[in-house]
Each structure stands twice: as structure tokens, then as C-alpha cells.
């Protein structure tokens, strides 16, 4: 009987993360992501519930059961397998502490397998060595369980106005009625001298960016570094701006990916706003020079 019921319980968790994880994979699709998807469900999931039920005119209640949720995918829809390409292992690379090192490359890739395509399925690396206990070994022609992020996909549509609520940690973006259509969490500076309260602009708008080190920004950084100077960092998924800029009318300041997209909705970032790399990319295709961003302070 005790093993029958430890069964009953392994088998009623599989299905719990099951379900969340077609949640959270719908609601990416849509455009209201859950962040850095895992199956576990949490705060960043109940918000991008929240946002999905408001654009369908649902009662906003967040709640990760019920009948005001995406219908659940079944596993051919929820699943997919990806083969892993000589062309994958190539894109793979270093990523040094020291910012020289970093200047010299060509490229700031992802550095392990599991980090591409946790990058590429819009989730945690955790979920992918979830599904893939022998991700860490594969090789050229392996085949990878994935959560299919990529199918059926929402385009995007163009954005009226972005909102950043920084209680929150969330950026919305809605259309010329006012109706939200895209929801994205996000970090935000540490300090609250340097969150840019009230209505900005886009000033400008770039995919694969390069990035502009410059120690001044970095006070943390050791003597060595900070004497480096200026250095040009190259793009790539692990540039500091990840893999799309949004740039704001306040110098200095903007939207944009990042290399640690696990880290999303905490308070860390020097004074941008941080999305995961997918989210700011998709970010960068609804907006244009002189959407407004409105950037609210509140709990």
C-alpha cells in the first residue's frame, strides 16, 4: 500500500507539473510570458496569468486552475524533440569574468548545450536537465526533450504605449484602446535614484547588439578592471544587452536583454530595464521610435 500511494503521489506531481508547464508554454506563445519557463509555476506565472485574463476580458484573478486559463495542451502539442546539429555545438563558447578577455571575442555565446537551447525554448536549464538527465553528455545527432515554445507562435503586434510598473517588475504593453497585448517581466535598478519615474520615449531600436563597456558603470569591479578603459564587446546572447536594445530618451538608460535570464524580476540591474533575451527581442519587434514608455512607481 505504501508503495502504491508514494506511485499515486510521483504520478500526481508528473501531472501537476504537467499542467503548469502548458500554462506557462501557452501563455509564452501568446505574448505574456512566465519568464524563464520551469513547470513549477510562482509569482511571474500568476502575473502573466493575470495579464493574459485581462486582454481576454476574463476576471484577473491570477489564479493557475480553474476556467479563466488557456485550455491545457495535450503532450504531442506540449512537447517536442530538437536533434542537437554540429551547427549547434558550434555557436558554443567561453564566457570570462574579465572584461578584456571578453573584448577579445568574436562573439559572446552560450557556453554549454544546455544553455542554448534552454535560451532557444525560452526556459531554465534546470527544466532542460529535467527532461534530458543526459543532456550534459550529448553529442552530435542526440535527440532533446523540449517544452515547443516555437510552434504556433503569436506574432507580435505593434505597441501604443509600454508600461513599467516597478512594483511590480513587469512591462505591459498595450494597444491604441488601451487593452493590454504583450507581458513581460522584468528587473529593474537596485538604486531608486536611477528608476526614471514618469513618461519616456523609444529612441532607438537594435537586434544582436554590440555593447560598450565602460568601468565607470561598474563600481564593483576590481583595480585591473577598472583601468581597462572603454572596451567593445561583440553580440551574442551573453553580451551584457543580450540579444536586443530598446534605447530610451533619457541617456543612458533602455530596455534589453541579459546573459542571466534566470535572474529576471529581481532588483539588480545598474539603472535598465532587463528582460530575458526572447522577451526583448519580441519587445523590440511591437515597438518604434517615439512609443511612449511609461514608467509607473508604484507597490
Not at 502539442?77 to 573584448?103: H, I
Not at 532542460?128 to 523540449?146: E, F, I, M
Request: aromatic share 8%.
Amino acid at each position: 500500500m505504501r508503495w502504491l500511494s508514494f506511485i499515486f503521489l510521483l504520478a500526481t506531481v508528473v501531472c501537476a507539473d504537467d499542467a503548469t508547464l502548458s500554462l506557462q508554454v501557452t501563455l509564452d506563445r501568446f505574448g505574456f510570458s512566465p519568464g524563464a519557463i520551469d513547470g513549477r509555476g510562482g509569482p511571474q506565472t500568476r502575473a502573466a496569468v493575470m495579464a493574459w485574463q485581462l486582454a481576454n476580458d476574463m476576471p484577473a484573478t491570477g489564479e493557475l486552475t480553474g476556467a479563466c486559463i488557456p485550455a491545457e495542451l495535450p503532450p504531442e502539442m506540449l512537447y517536442t524533440n530538437c536533434t542537437v546539429t554540429a551547427d549547434d555545438l558550434v555557436q558554443l563558447g567561453p564566457f570570462p569574468k574579465d572584461w578584456l578577455e571578453r573584448s577579445k571575442l568574436s562573439r559572446m555565446a552560450c557556453e554549454t548545450v544546455v544553455e542554448l537551447f534552454a535560451e532557444r525554448f525560452h526556459c531554465k536549464e534546470a527544466l532542460v536537465r529535467r527532461l534530458n538527465p543526459d543532456v550534459t553528455n550529448c553529442a552530435v545527432g542526440a535527440s532533446l526533450k523540449l517544452p515547443n515554445t516555437l510552434a504556433d507562435t503569436k506574432l507580435p503586434r505593434k505597441a501604443a504605449t509600454l508600461r513599467v510598473f516597478l512594483g511590480q517588475k513587469i512591462i505591459r504593453a498595450f494597444d491604441a484602446e488601451g487593452r493590454v497585448i504583450a507581458h513581460f517581466p522584468c528587473s529593474i535598478a537596485a538604486k531608486q535614484e536611477k528608476r526614471p519615474v514618469g513618461t519616456l520615449a523609444v529612441a532607438n531600436v537594435a537586434l544582436n547588439p554590440n555593447y560598450t563597456f565602460d568601468p565607470v558603470n561598474f563600481p564593483e569591479l576590481d583595480a585591473q578592471q577598472k583601468g581597462y578603459g572603454k572596451l567593445v564587446i561583440s553580440p551574442g546572447p551573453n553580451n551584457p544587452v543580450g540579444m536586443a536594445w530598446i534605447g530610451l530618451n533619457k541617456p543612458g538608460y533602455g530596455i534589453h536583454g541579459t546573459p542571466h535570464p534566470e535572474d529576471i524580476g529581481r532588483t539588480e540591474s545598474h539603472g535598465c530595464f532587463r528582460l530575458t533575451n526572447w522577451n526583448a527581442e519580441r519587445l523590440a519587434r511591437m515597438v518604434e521610435i517615439g512609443t511612449p514608455v511609461e514608467v509607473i512607481n508604484e507597490p
